[in-house]
């Protein structure tokens, strides 16, 4: 990822490209950033906490709904019945590597198997209200990486002004 946007023409390239432009804004609003300020909390949403909820929705999306396999580590042992948002608060339970291992690792599965197909084909599992083909797969992707960007963007921010009203 390399934040570029797709010049191929063609509706898969530009879905894809779109997609991975946000994947790039959102991995480059969270580098850099000190410990405390990934896990710093705004209400309940925290830059690492939005890198772990982005890691499950690759793996649910991508991997259980596009592709139809079961989810990978560590979500079929998250705490589901506990914390209905446990794959948020994943993010406090694991190191900052971690976290961006974690979400790196779901990209990069995602990447190979969301293989560039007819959009218009139907995702191997229904969701709950139904069968979605991989065109809305997608698009709800991109909706979902634009949202959790905006916030972490917000986030940032908050932190840049608390190390400047810290150094004052």
Not at 70 to 78: L, N, V
Request: charged letters at 30%.
């Amino acid at each position: 990822m390399d934040g570029h946007l797709p010049e191929q023409s063609g509706e898969w390239h530009h879905l894809n490209g779109f997609l991975d432009h946000l994947r790039y804004t959102v991995e480059s609003l969270a580098t850099g950033l000190r410990d405390d300020d990934l896990a710093r909390t705004v209400g309940t949403v925290s830059i690492g906490g939005i890198l772990t909820h982005l890691a499950f929705i690759e793996d649910y999306w991508f991997g259980y709904v596009w592709t139809g396999r079961e989810p990978s580590d560590p979500w079929p042992s998250a705490p589901w019945d506990e914390d209905a948002d446990a794959d948020w608060g994943m993010a406090r339970r694991l190191t900052t590597p971690e976290v961006f291992a974690l979400w790196r690792d779901a990209v990069e599965r995602s990447q190979r198997e969301a293989t560039r197909c007819r959009l218009d084909d139907v995702a191997a599992r229904d969701t709950a209200d139904g069968p979605v083909s991989k065109r809305w797969i997608l698009l709800h992707m991109i909706e979902e990486y634009a949202r959790h960007a905006g916030q972490a963007d917000l986030l940032r921010e908050m932190a840049r002004e608390a190390a400047r009203s810290a150094s004052a």
